[in-house]
């Protein structure tokens, strides 16, 4: 239902913001959408998840003393061995091997122009380079290979140029892995600071990137994320996937690293499948902080502050009509730990919510027309734990087929309150510290037994009585199939 919050928001901008339109045109290409959870142990060994990562992606290993080297320095360079030449400010790579670049640089760009069955690996050591165009740019290749050598610091940094094509600091228009163990710092003031039109992916390094203009990390078919530590920081979307040529393409896979977002807009965006199977992800600002069509969230630790929805799987390509479920939408959430604070709703899905691990704590919208729990299909949870504190304006429980009980109960109180929530012997069952005002919770856990009665106690004085049940819908106008009263059991205390 989001979709279209979000659409009646936008309509009056929306003939100023078409320059700035979040689908990229796509070449073709090809890639898996498999949602394994397989690991990989580092950037240097072969994954045993090969739908995300070949073996070249993971192989940051060169020969130094076979390799031609591109050596910057002002506005042109020198450089020796085959396949590489310079003419003026323009270093051109035409065949596929490994390219070792070092030096500081001012308006040289490297360009890669090899054949499309060419791999060229490109082994940044101590690089420093301006300019007022795509610094690299690879207008053909098979696939290319950004290594940092180890140890190494590099840094890029673009302003304004106006090709419509090459729109990043770094830019491919063919498949884009960055690996290695050293440090890169991108800062794009054009649009993108990095851009693949197919695949992008990392496998290891540390990175600090910045687009004051649009996406910090943009691809257009796919972008796989292993064994990274990332700082993001964008005026647009911080990680981006978009296709709207191919809808099985746009999909975000993030397997472990350590990644910390400030957004523009989105945190993540996908236009199809957003999956995580790991890693640390602290998403400190945005207007939405993950969007895809289906988002799965397997494992790792994940943390979201938005202005918006914290958490919403849509399909921007539905037709559906307002507040219809739309088809092959979800939200999956079958392990890790997941933490929201949102101004919008907290998790929302235009199709099902469904939760069988894992532990997931909701800090809410505080105004009646957003929920902490919001969803146009069904909700069911067969595990892990839910808290969701929230408006109770426009609440929702779970409507679906559970197998795990949760309470509903219309509580207000404030940011610093203490919940717990007892059995019937006043056993505590489980305890939670709000980080914001609200005015209903809803809580699921593994010890919350359908047909009980719990006590729901705040600061230790004010309390309230609920029914446990495996349907709790809440009174909010947005419920799905099965209607928005109360369910069996009775999911409000009194």
């Keep these: 239902m989001k979709k279209y919050k979000k659409l009646a928001l936008l309509v009056p901008t929306v003939l100023l913001c078409v320059s700035l339109a979040a689908c990229q045109t796509s070449t073709s290409s090809s890639s898996s959408t498999s949602t394994s959870s397989s690991q990989t142990t580092s950037s240097s060994t072969t ?37 590489v030449s ?9 065949s596929g091997g490994t390219y070792v670049i070092s030096g500081t640089s001012s308006d040289v760009q490297i360009r890669i122009a090899a054949a499309d069955s060419d791999k060229v690996q490109l082994v940044l050591n101590g690089v420093t380079m301006t300019g007022s165009k795509a610094l690299i740019a690879v207008e053909s290749a098979d696939k290319t290979v950004i290594t940092l050598a180890d140890g190494s610091t590099n840094k890029l940094t673009d302003s304004t140029h106006s090709s419509d094509d090459e729109n990043a600091t770094i830019y491919s228009a063919s498949d884009l892995t960055f690996n290695g163990s050293g440090s890169l710092t991108v800062e794009g003031n054009s649009e993108n600071a990095i851009k693949s039109k197919d695949d992008l992916k990392f496998t290891g390094g540390t990175y600090n990137i910045t687009s004051t203009v649009k996406h910090a ?58 999956v995580i199977d790991g890693g640390t992800i602290d998403v400190q600002s945005s207007v939405e902080g993950l969007e895809g069509k289906v988002i799965t969230i397997n494992d790792g630790q994940t943390s979201v502050t ?21 088809d092959g939408v979800a939200l999956n959430i079958t392990g890790g730990s997941l933490t929201v604070t949102a101004d919008g709703d907290g998790l929302d899905s235009n199709g099902d919510i469904n939760i069988s691990g894992g532990t997931t704590y909701v800090n809410g919208p505080t105004d009646s027309g957003n929920a902490a729990f919001d969803y146009s299909g069904t909700a069911t949870i067969t595990g892990g734990t839910l808290v969701a504190i929230g408006s109770s304006g426009m609440a929702q429980g779970m409507n679906g087929d559970s197998s795990q009980a949760s309470i509903m109960a219309n509580v207000s109180g404030s940011s610093g309150d203490k919940i717990v929530v007892t059995d019937s012997s006043g056993n505590e069952v489980l305890s939670y510290t709000a980080s914001r005002s609200y005015g209903n919770i809803l809580i699921s856990s593994a010890d919350i037994k359908d047909g009980e ?42």
Aim: hydrophobic share 25%; no cysteine.
């Design 453 to 494: 009665t719990y006590t729901i106690t705040v600061n230790g004085s004010d309390s309230t009585t609920a029914t446990a049940s495996t349907t709790t819908e809440g009174s909010g106008m947005q419920g799905g199939p099965g209607g928005n009263g109360g369910g069996p059991g009775g999911g409000f205390g009194q």
């Design 217 to 274: 990390l943009s691809a257009n078919d796919a972008l796989n994320i292993v064994n990274s530590d990332m700082t993001l920081t964008s005026a647009e979307d911080a990680i981006h996937s978009d296709n709207d040529e191919d809808t099985s393409l746009g999909n975000i896979y993030i397997q472990s690293g350590n990644i910390t977002i400030n957004a523009g807009d989105d945190g993540i965006h996908a236009s199809n499948n957003l």
């Design 47 to 83: 994954s045993q998840n090969s739908d995300y990562f070949s073996d070249t992606d993971l192989d940051s290993s060169y020969d130094a003393s076979t390799a031609a080297t591109i050596s910057l320095s002002g506005s042109s360079a020198t450089v020796s061995g085959d396949g």
């Design 306 to 326: 938005s202005s918006d929805d914290g958490v919403n799987a849509t399909d921007w390509a539905s037709t559906s009509g307002d507040m219809q479920s739309q």
């Design 86 to 94: 310079v003419d003026g400010s323009t270093v051109t790579i035409t």
